[in-house]
Nanobody, 123 residues
């Protein structure tokens, strides 16, 4: 079992920045990817970014590329999502997730999910 706890969401003006954190506990040694997903009101959950738990590979959705950065600190079992130049369309609930598979952008492939943290970028 893996437990994930997100923090760092909030309200920010468009153009501002936020950093989300996700602390993992439990059987983290066998995780393959950690990912961030988001779900806006009335929309499907969508992939945002993913990072290899052990390695350097990172992946981003086209909509956030160049503005968001995913990183991790294995010593703290924590994954971060630095969000810059936020837009109103980034407003959503953001979820941290962990998977044992190599299917990094498919939410159905993720095994564990956090409770979510709300991000609002006002215009």
């Amino acid at each position: 079992q893996v437990q994930l706890v997100e923090s760092g969401g909030g309200l920010v003006q468009a153009g501002g920045s936020l950093r989300l954190s996700c602390v993992a506990s439990g059987r983290t040694f066998s995780m393959y990817y950690m990912g961030w997903f988001r779900r806006a009101p009335g929309k499907e959950r969508e992939f945002v970014a993913a990072i290899r738990w052990r390695g350097t590979s990172t992946y981003y959705a086209d909509s956030v590329k160049g503005r968001f950065t995913i990183s991790r600190d294995n010593a703290k079992n924590t994954v971060y999502l630095q969000m810059n130049s936020l837009k109103p369309e980034d407003t959503a609930d953001y979820y941290c997730a962990a998977t044992y598979s190599t299917d990094y952008d498919n939410p159905r492939g993720y095994n564990y999910w956090g409770q979510g943290t709300q991000v609002t970028a006002s215009s």
